[in-house]
């Protein structure tokens, strides 16, 4: 049997993803994934947090059923894809069946895909156009057709529809051309390439001109620093050292000798893999300077890296590394995913955040199934809003979200319910409702995971 074939990889596909699509419908719910499901329910050319493409992808998947399940449809599709890309992308590069083998396999197995595999947000479609315009921008460099600058173009304006941090492919290959077509400038294709991702990206840019810029100012905000106080050298080091744990230890080492390696900037196919992983991870090493940086928002350098991994595994024939690195990835993907049965519980247990919003729901059901309910944050409020199947409220003072945008002119005094909140709320709730009563402190437990809190009030006028 030849290990290194399309064959394999479609038959271990095809087999994964019904892992992942059975394991999805067994993991919780998660608070942000309940906040998308609502965009898509409230659909709009953008939104506050991210531009509008996980909401489009969502209201397709609830074709199905507005189900956990059906709605995590969007990362298998978007995951395997986006593998699917990777190994398309390394064969054409590096003319190595061998390598394409072992790139799709870096990939979908790391820690990262794990994760994005099962938790639904907007790096889901983001991996998949990022890596579909990896791909077309390899075609088009190469072989130096107008039509698939366009295309590369459409894909990276449709990568930025689904998250702001797209514009580092952009930029990656903007330092590309720079650096080795510079005389490219001179022709039309790069300027195509850029028409097609303003149309393609044109929604968010037609919302942001609407709304005062709020998502630009929103993103750029969120992913900056205050000002300089002082430099965050622990916190940026502690972020470095993630990298190791969400491409997997093995692969992440090979990925840094590869970097360093005069042979990946000689050899322009393997540059063309190299850069975007480099640029992107090298910029948020550099934020992170300044703002503690997420894993997830570095993870579309893994993209490009599983290319630049595989090049140097397949070239000095480093089997037994790639089998270690699959093996280490595989162990820490079972540890994501089967946590408590692995002995990791409480504060250790990554499905912490998962638990006891849906005990919440039916506790809440229990006590009035006909009462509005209100809450005192967009996740809790998102959570509850998917689990009782009915709008819920934020009525209290929080962060700006899309909920002031849906609640606009609502008259909260107006409506006797229900309040949920995680911390004593009454002197608020007493600004709003002249009759606030604290019905219980609700306790849902759960073997493996620590005793969550939440006040449940009634409140009315």
């Not at 590096?94 to 790391?110: E, G, H, R, T, W």
């Not at 820690?111 to 921008?137: C, E, K, N, R």
């Not at 640029?279 to 993209?303: D, S």
């Not at 199947?389 to 409506?415: C, G, L």
Request: proline share 3%.
């Amino acid at each position: 049997m030849n290990y290194y074939s399309t064959g394999i990889v479609l038959v271990f596909s095809a087999f994964y993803a019904a892992f992942v699509f059975w394991f999805n419908g067994y993991l919780p719910f998660y608070t942000d994934e309940a906040y998308y499901y609502l965009w898509s329910r409230h659909l709009s050319m953008g939104y506050l947090d991210h531009p509008a493409m996980i909401a489009y992808a969502i209201k397709a998947a609830t074709v199905f059923g507005d189900t956990a399940q059906t709605i995590r449809t969007v990362n298998i599709v978007s995951f395997f894809g986006a593998a699917a890309f990777v190994y398309l992308s390394a064969e054409y590069l590096l003319k190595d069946k061998k390598a394409a083998v072992y790139s799709f396999f870096i990939f979908i197995l790391s820690p990262a895909a794990t994760m994005g595999l099962s938790i639904t947000t907007p790096d889901s479609p983001l991996v998949l156009f990022w890596s579909a315009a990896l791909y077309f921008g390899a075609r088009a460099f190469f072989e130096d057709k107008t039509s698939l600058y366009a295309v590369t173009g459409a894909l990276i304006g449709l990568a930025m529809l689904s998250k702001y941090t797209a514009v580092l492919i952009a930029a990656s290959l903007v330092i590309l051309i720079t650096i080795k077509k510079p005389k490219l400038y001179l022709t039309k294709k790069p300027y195509i390439a850029i028409v097609a991702a303003l149309i393609a990206f044109s929604p968010t840019l037609i919302w942001n001109i609407q709304n005062g810029f709020e998502g630009f100012l929103f993103q750029y905000g969120h992913g900056s620093g205050d000002g300089v106080k002082k430099l965050l050298l622990l916190e940026d080091l502690e972020f470095f050292g993630g990298m190791f744990a969400v491409f997997s230890p093995i692969f992440f080492g090979i990925l840094l000798y590869g970097f360093i390696k005069k042979e990946s900037y000689k050899n322009d196919k393997l540059f063309f893999a190299v850069l975007p992983a480099l640029f992107t991870i090298v910029f948020f090493l550099y934020k992170g300077l300044y703002k503690k940086m997420e894993l997830n928002w570095v993870a579309p350098a893994f993209i490009s890296a599983s290319i630049v991994a595989s090049y140097y595994i397949s070239r000095q024939n480093l089997k037994k590394l790639f089998w270690a690195g699959i093996v280490v990835s595989i162990g820490i993907a079972c540890i994501a995913r089967f946590p408590v049965e692995l002995g990791l519980t409480g504060a250790k247990n990554p499905h912490e955040r998962l638990f006891g919003f849906k005990e919440l729901a039916a506790k809440i059901e229990s006590i009035d199934k006909t009462a509005p309910v209100f809450a005192d944050h967009l996740t809790t409020a998102s959570i509850l809003w998917f689990e009782l199947k009915k709008e819920v409220f934020i009525p209290t003072e929080t962060r700006v979200s899309e909920f002031d945008r849906w609640q606009k002119n609502y008259d909260f005094a107006s409506k006797n319910g229900i309040y949920v909140s995680k911390d004593d709320k009454m002197e608020e709730l007493k600004k709003i409702w002249k009759n606030t009563t604290l019905i219980e402190e609700f306790h849902p437990k759960k073997e493996g995971f620590r005793e969550k809190t939440f006040y449940i009030y009634r409140v009315s006028n």
